[in-house]
Nanobody, 118 residues
Framework: QVQLEESGGGLVQAGDSLRLSCAFS????????MGWFRQAPGKERELVAQ???????YEADSVKGRFTLSRDHAKNMVYLQMYMLKPEDTAIYYC????????????WGQGTQVTVSS
């Protein structure tokens, strides 16, 4: 089964940058769409960005132009590069995966905390 392990979260100041990493294992990486979700206290989990095996990307309007998602098929890694962080970006960030034949994400990492101070 798919295993996902996030790393790279932390406490930063507004305007700083941070890169989250997600290590994928257990299945064929090239068969999975990879996404990053986040959940802030008292809010619903939201999709931040996703990338297909063919490198097509989607970013939520709230992060467009500030966050960049990439994947490395040689290393089975996904990266979320975050620039110009804002306090409202504070959340637990989750790496997720869905098989290309599935419509829903079914594999989740344990999450990593990102805190942006003003």
């Amino acid at each position: 089964q798919v295993q996902l392990e996030e790393s790279g979260g932390g406490l930063v100041q507004a305007g700083d940058s941070l890169r989250l990493s997600c290590a994928f294992s257990g299945r064929t990486f090239a068969s999975y769409v990879m996404g990053w979700f986040r959940q802030a206290p008292g809010k619903e989990r939201e999709l931040v960005a996703q990338i297909t095996p063919g490198y097509s990307t989607y970013e939520a309007d709230s992060v467009k132009g500030r966050f960049t998602l990439s994947r490395d098929h040689a290393k089975n890694m996904v990266y979320l590069q975050m620039y110009m962080l804002k306090p409202e970006d504070t959340a637990i960030y989750y790496c997720a995966a869905k098989h290309i034949s599935n419509s829903e994400y079914g594999c989740w990492g344990q999450g990593t905390q990102v805190t942006v101070s003003s």
